[in-house]
């Protein structure tokens, strides 16, 4: 059985690449856009469709969780928190936030390296 090594710029998840992505994808689907109760599912399955497609493009080798929450913007806040147990040297988590006048977005996205 052969081993699967990483070339050495693939060493490690790269945090600003995901970020940029899921950036896009959120821009795309929610700018311009104010809060509409009927569109959440809408919109949230197609950011976190359109993160996972874009970030299995990269072609590297990760295994990807991307959650993606939208609320209506209040004065309340928005909170949330994650923990993972996993190799820090290879897996990697990203947090996009993202807001405007009518609405706050949370993106994370998990990456857990595949080794062969």
Do not use: P
């Amino acid at each position: 059985m052969e081993e699967y090594h990483r070339h050495c710029d693939e060493v490690g998840f790269n945090v600003d690449e995901a970020h940029n992505i899921v950036k896009e994808c959120i821009d795309g689907v929610l700018g311009g856009e104010d809060y509409n109760q009927n569109n959440i599912n809408q919109w949230t399955a197609s950011i976190v469709e359109q993160s996972l497609t874009h970030l299995v493009k990269l072609g590297k080798a990760y295994k990807y969780i991307v959650t993606c929450a939208v609320v209506q913007r209040s004065a309340y806040g928005f909170h949330t928190a994650s923990s993972c147990f996993w190799d820090t040297t290879s897996d990697g988590t990203c947090t996009v936030r993202w807001e405007n006048r009518t609405m706050n977005c949370i993106v994370n996205v998990f990456a857990i390296a595949i080794v062969l």
